[in-house]
């Protein structure tokens, strides 16, 4: 079952396709966006939804590939399925070297393309989830004070508290005192916890220490 809040992005330039895709997708109870060309869907894109786009190879002006590659400049994370008639090795492999989600060949038969279509529509939600986690984690770091954020990679490391002050040349109670605020700015109880948030960081915004 695909979630009945995704959208589907139809690119394609032959209206016949396109409103065969369309019929399909509404009968599954889907939303679709459909677009004659690269230019149409960039132009009023359904960019922050989640979903897919199902993109046609070979178009007038811009080709799939090259959209494909301006919305990856853009930082636009929506799943690609290739649809084409004229399918080649080497076109196939530039496609998923781009990040292509999958490459399937028209005509495509609904038991293919549905489950196509439901595992794209699961990874960008996933991904979704997990960037809006790390954003939610970034801002909680960027609340912590300078001697907050030194303390807790201390505590990640799994430092005890008299370690701690001892190599940061503080008072145990004053580690305590940081302790708990970054502790509660961070929304943690625990230091299973604590690791766990930062284990989902990029490790360069971790903390160098963090994790060593």
Do not use: W
Request: aromatic share 2%; with cysteine; charged share 30%.
């Amino acid at each position: 079952m695909i979630a009945d809040d995704a959208t589907i992005s139809v690119i394609n330039d032959e209206p016949e396709v396109r409103d065969s895709l369309a019929r399909l997708l509404r009968s599954e109870g889907l939303a679709v966006e459909t677009f004659e060309s690269a230019t149409d869907f960039l132009a009023r894109a359904p960019i922050a939804r989640i979903g897919c786009i199902l993109l046609d190879v070979n178009m007038p002006g811009m080709t799939g590939p090259e959209l494909h590659e301006v919305l990856k400049q853009r930082g636009i994370e929506t799943p690609i399925i290739y649809l084409t008639g004229r399918s080649t090795v080497s076109t196939g492999v530039r496609a998923m070297k781009q990040g292509a989600r999958d490459f399937l060949e028209k005509p495509v038969d609904a038991d293919t393309l549905l489950p196509a279509i439901h595992d794209a529509v699961r990874a960008h939600r996933a991904g979704s989830e997990r960037r809006e986690a790390v954003e939610s984690i970034r801002k909680r770091l960027a609340s912590l004070s300078a001697r907050e954020r030194e303390v807790l990679e201390h505590v990640v490391r799994g430092r005890l508290n008299k370690q701690i002050a001892a190599d940061l040349g503080i008072a145990e109670k004053t580690v305590k005192v940081h302790r708990g605020r970054a502790m509660a700015k961070m929304k943690v109880r625990s230091v299973a916890e604590l690791v766990h948030l930062y284990e989902r960081m990029p490790a360069n915004e971790a903390g160098s220490n963090a994790t060593t």
